[in-house]
């Protein structure tokens, strides 16, 4: 696997609605921009050799990284896979929708649902949105939330951006009625 | 408890290059970027208001916020080499606003001696809608002319600033371009109109 670069990306909210937020709420991103393991192959019908020579490399490099970036436990997480333009949204979605991906960041974050994703295809320094949700419930509603992110120099054509996103809390002044309460 | 009210959000940026153009650097890099969005301090006063008071108050605190953080973000102080600094200014503020909090000595000294520079401190500024990215230039931090040195790095925050604030940056580098190759002024030929007769003729 060729790693270009890795990007890590941390927000630290201190006031919202006018409000102080305190402790500041932290929200963090590592992205790896990687050459697409399928680039220049035309259609490759079984993506297995592939995601076996990738996915779980992946996850194992950029778990530990996106922790130590938030610098405190992680409470909601996501994942994303922006495809340059030559590839398939397939093939970033090969890449972070194998447990052999997401595996290595529910053990690091102590977590148990599934990694909320954003898959898509677009040109270098194209913005894309890591949708987060609860580490261990992903019906929390206070800890649904969104962190943009852009590389202004990737993805190129042939490469894939790979990233994990964690916050360490729900959204700043969450105060949204539980599910339970409309149930 | 809340120590800069000011302040909305802190944004750091960190990249490091592995490969570039499939060869590792000989000397890897990092370059990080580190943005304080803040509420501008002089919205809806005129042209010939004296800034001065307000930098001198702000200003100090924004350099040290920004600084410490990107020390912590690329290792410190010795890892350091180019360094830069921008500010992005909502619609409603003027251009002279973001000049006030990164050109004079209460920002600008204060980060080229956090950084344990010499230098002039490279810049870019702009009046942009929130969103919008801003190129900030880095050079080396002792020996501006240093051109191994000379890099940029991207800076966007999705959401600010707002029309009533100003987001300012600062900018370092561990370590040169990923391939410098372009000689230095030591290795320079002299190079005239003159000289380059053939070639401009």
Redesign the interface.
């Given at each position: 696997m060729?790693?270009?670069?890795?990007?890590?990306?941390?927000?630290?909210?201190?006031?919202?609605g006018g409000r102080?937020v305190?402790p500041?709420a932290r929200v963090a991103v590592v992205a790896a921009v990687i050459d697409n393991p399928w680039a220049g192959q035309g259609f490759v019908p079984d993506l297995t050799a592939g995601i076996d020579a990738n996915a779980s490399d992946l996850g194992a490099l950029l778990s530990p990284l996106v922790l130590e970036a938030l610098k405190a436990p992680a409470e909601a997480y996501g994942k994303a896979a922006i495809v340059g333009l030559d590839g398939e949204i397939e093939h970033g979605s090969a890449l972070i929708h194998t447990l052999k991906f997401g595996d290595h960041f529910r053990k690091a974050a102590n977590a148990t649902t599934l990694l909320p994703a954003v898959e898509k295809r677009g040109p270098t320094?194209v913005?894309f949105d890591i949708p987060l949700k609860h580490i261990t419930d992903a019906s929390i509603r206070s800890h649904h939330q969104t962190v943009?992110v852009?590389?202004?120099?990737a993805p190129h054509p042939g490469e894939i951006v790979v990233a994990l996103a964690a916050a360490a809390q729900g959204r700043p002044q969450q105060r949204l009625a539980p599910l339970s309460t409309e149930q | 408890?809340?120590d800069?009210?000011w302040?909305?959000?802190?944004?750091?940026?960190?990249?490091?290059?592995?490969?570039?153009a499939?060869l590792a650097p000989a000397i890897p890099a990092e370059r990080a970027s580190v943005a304080a969005v803040i509420s501008n301090p002089w919205l809806g006063t005129g042209p010939r208001e004296d800034l001065s008071p307000a930098v001198s108050e702000l200003a100090p605190r924004l350099a040290k916020l920004v600084t410490d953080r990107l020390l912590q973000?690329l290792g410190g102080v010795e890892r350091i080499e180019a360094f830069g600094k921008a500010a992005l200014v909502g619609s409603a503020g003027e251009i002279e606003h973001g000049g006030a909090l990164i050109h004079t000595p209460y920002f600008g000294n204060l980060v080229r001696e956090f950084l344990g520079g010499e230098s002039i401190i490279c810049f870019a500024d702009a009046r942009t809608d929130a969103?919008q990215?801003l190129v900030v230039p880095l050079w080396h931090k002792s020996h501006a002319a240093t051109r191994s040195h000379y890099q940029t790095v991207?800076v966007?925050i999705?959401d600010a600033p707002r029309a009533d604030e100003i987001v300012v940056v600062a900018a370092a580098s561990t370590g040169p371009r990923p391939h410098p190759r372009i000689g230095d002024r030591t290795t320079d030929p002299v190079i005239t109109s003159q000289t380059l007769e053939g070639v401009l003729s």
């Open positions: 060729n790693i270009r670069k890795i990007v890590t990306v941390v927000e630290e909210i201190r006031s919202e102080e305190w500041p320094g913005a943009e852009r590389v202004a120099d | 408890m809340q800069h009210p302040l909305r959000k802190l944004v750091l940026y960190r990249e490091a290059v592995l490969t570039e499939g973000a969103g990215p991207d966007r999705p």
